[in-house]
């Protein structure tokens, strides 16, 4: 049988970006190779109901090994990675026994330093695994995946000696983009608790998230040849840099904000004289600071809008997810049995917030709760991501576990 490592070699190594410009479902079809690759691995395991639709979404279950009734359970995770750094030809490497320093990486000089990584120092002598500075690793979410994979390996291989209701497997397309449950069918999906396993560190249980909207800025200027340029030429470069360097720095961003705190940020920026745009994203653990995002945005373009009368700024905000937490109040059991598998193994469950989001945020919005739990991601979206075997471990036995108290009357 494959290991938990062979398991996630072999995913990172699948090119699985996704694309935010793409109209598509999956927005690139090379999420498809991943997702095929799991529906054979599931059958090979002998998991019933296995289903890999047209759009990726995979689909399984591990039968009950119980007689009574249980509630289903489902574990997520996506297969898709990040768009704003590349996963082309992935190269993962394995520092086994890791000692606590700082992890040189062989390509572009870049250096995997404690002092910016504590979460290292609770890995030492674990097999940290990294990439070689030039992609991505795409433990976010592959983590996930792998440990899902081995979780299932292992229920099946023990049988009945883990008393466990139905357990689904669902693999999601595009959660990157704010996609991952556009093409999932809950009646299909038939659980009443699902858990997303898209997190970092072990043993925590992230019960929040952000809320999130997405914005796009447009400036539509006008071009001439600059030679002839004066009275005549809009640049929407320029206009554009202005709205970008109007928005706060010191409160509101990513780099000075961290806890409950919530920001702006521009990711991408494109275009030309005649017409250009940056996109953004708002995240606020309190849904309703976004509208207040969002109107700080409209002013900014208001003010721009009487300083250059001959451009055209537009503002587009789109919702993408919310904030699970009243969500789950309804199902206080998806948080206090995930503590329980936790405290079984002897261990303390932390209880956290996450800065971002997972399909969870999205599923429990639709009735589904859905809470997170960790599988051992660190830097996400970044060439300095890594990850711990045996932070990754620890999120299969508590799988494993979960699954038994849910079984539990």
């Known amino acids: 049988m494959p290991t938990l490592l062979d398991r996630f070699l072999r995913y990172v190594k699948i090119d699985t970006q996704a694309d935010e410009t793409s109209t598509t479902y999956p927005s690139t079809a090379k999420q498809l190779t991943l997702s095929r690759l799991l529906a054979d691995e599931c059958r090979a395991l002998g998991l019933a ?40 030809n992935v190269s993962p490497i394995v520092h086994e026994n890791y000692a606590g320093r700082d992890l040189v990486l062989p390509k572009d000089g870049k250096v995997l330093r404690v002092s910016e990584n504590p979460g290292l120092l609770k890995c030492v002598g674990h097999s940290v695994i990294t990439t ?75 019960s929040e998230t952000f809320s999130a909207d997405g914005a796009k800025v447009t400036v539509k200027g006008i071009n001439t040849h600059p030679s002839v340029g004066k009275g005549a030429m809009v640049n929407a470069v320029r206009i554009l840099s202005t709205f970008l360097s109007r928005l706060p ?15 702006i940020h521009p990711y991408h920026v494109e275009g030309g004289v005649a017409e250009a745009s940056a996109r953004l994203i708002l995240r606020d653990f309190e849904t309703t600071n976004l509208a207040a ?24 905000v789109r919702p993408q997810y919310r904030n699970m937490r009243e969500g789950l ?8 049995k995930a503590v329980d598998a936790m405290k079984s193994l002897g261990r303390e469950p932390q209880r956290t917030i996450i800065r971002g989001g997972t399909d969870g945020s999205i599923l429990t919005a639709k009735g589904l709760p859905t809470p997170n ?37």
């Not at 995979?58 to 509630?71: C, E, F, G, I, M």
């Not at 720095?249 to 409950?260: K, V």
């Open 329 to 336: 109040v309804p199902e206080p059991r998806a948080v206090s």
């Open 132 to 206: 070689d500075g030039s992609t991505l690793l795409g433990a976010d979410d592959k983590s996930g995946i792998a440990v899902i994979m081995t979780a299932a390996a292992e229920l099946m291989r023990r049988g009945s000696d883990v008393k466990h209701g139905p357990v689904r497997l669902c693999f999601t397309c595009d959660e990157e983009i704010g996609r991952g449950t556009d093409k999932l069918d809950l009646k299909q999906l038939g659980a009443q608790v699902a858990y997303t396993l898209d997190g970092g560190g072990r043993d925590e249980i992230d």
């Open 49 to 88: 109901d296995v289903v890999c639709d047209e759009f990726g979404i995979v689909l399984a279950t591990v039968p009950s090994t119980v007689s009574h009734t249980v509630p289903v359970i489902a574990y997520v995770a996506h297969v898709d990675t990040s768009p704003e750094y590349s996963s082309t």
């Open 373 to 409: 739990l960790s599988t051992g991601e660190h830097n996400p979206h970044s060439p300095l991501e890594w990850t711990s075997l045996e932070e990754m471990q620890a999120a299969v036995e508590v799988l494993v576990q979960l699954a038994a108290e849910w079984a539990k009357t």
């Open 249 to 263: 720095t010191a409160r509101l961003s990513p780099e000075t904000t961290d806890g409950r705190d919530g920001f």
């Open 293 to 316: 995002q969002a109107q700080l945005l409209e002013s900014i373009a208001a003010t721009l809008r009487a300083e250059h009368p001959r451009a055209e700024i537009l503002v587009e």
